[in-house]
């Protein structure tokens, strides 16, 4: 069974790092972009950015390039989102996705289950 | 950027009637790379239908997508119970993809 497992909840503070985690099974990790998607409390969907776990090539939405870091390591199959500095505005449920078939340019298929970082002073 | 336009925002509709939603795109470039997606309450969205027309694996065929170039629809033929939930559409086409802001099925 394809699957993707995410990290838990994490709450933090105005101004500290993060990195969570997406690990893959089910599938050759290498072969298939893994993407991140954003929803905000009570939102919708926002792309964020994927990465091809293979080579490490990402793309980013430009609404979150510079603000954080989508990185892969493939040698356990993991996929990690990260902030150096996080906001309260970075509270939200961020998913990780596989895209459905080989390439770029597709949809996502399967989904996360989904980590809540929230970011409270 | 291409922007994706869904509605309408909320469609009120009870058990065994027909779901129509829409979806269009700003720039007619994205062909028939367009996905869309089932999120119910406290899940994960769920993929039903991609390249604009093809269902996902095992999911219903009371679910059909429709359209290319600019205007999209899903259709739910007769809504059952576990139909009502937030539906996105989504365009792989270029980059950045984007997701349209979404439209609720909700219980008449």
């Given amino acids: 069974e394809v699957q993707l497992v995410q990290s838990g909840a994490e709450v933090k503070k105005p101004g500290e790092s993060l990195k ?13 972009w893994i993407g991140w998607v954003r929803q905000m409390p009570g939102k919708g969907l926002e792309w ?10 990402t793309r ?7 603000q954080v870091t989508i ?3 493939k040698s356990i199959n993991t996929a990690y989102l990260q902030w150096s500095s996080l906001k309260a505005s970075d509270t939200a449920i961020y998913y990780c996705a596989r ?14 289950q989904g980590t809540q970082v929230t970011v409270s002073s | 950027e291409i922007v994706l336009t869904q509605s309408p925002g909320t469609l009120s509709l009870s058990p065994g009637e027909r779901a129509t939603l829409s979806c269009r795109a700003s720039q ?4 028939t790379d367009l996905a869309w997606y089932q ?12 390249h604009a027309s093809r269902r996902a694996s ?51």
């Fill in chain 1, 20 to 32: 969570i985690s997406c690990e893959g099974s089910g599938f050759t990790f290498s072969n298939f």
């Fill in chain 1, 48 to 57: 964020m950015g994927i990465i091809y776990p293979g080579d490490s090539d």
């Fill in chain 1, 60 to 66: 980013y939405s430009p609404s979150f390039q510079g």
């Fill in chain 1, 71 to 73: 990185s892969v390591d």
């Fill in chain 1, 99 to 112: 895209h459905g078939v080989l390439g770029e340019y597709n949809w996502f298929d399967p989904w996360g």
């Fill in chain 2, 28 to 31: 007619g470039v994205i062909s």
């Fill in chain 2, 39 to 50: 999120q119910r309450p406290g899940q994960s969205p769920r993929l039903l239908i991609y």
């Fill in chain 2, 58 to 108: 095992g999911i219903p065929d009371r679910f059909s997508g429709s359209g290319s170039g600019t205007d999209f629809t899903l259709t739910i033929s007769r809504l059952e119970p576990e139909d009502f939930a937030v539906y996105y559409c989504q365009h792989y086409s270029n980059s950045p993809r984007t997701f349209g802001q979404g439209t609720k099925v909700e219980i008449k």
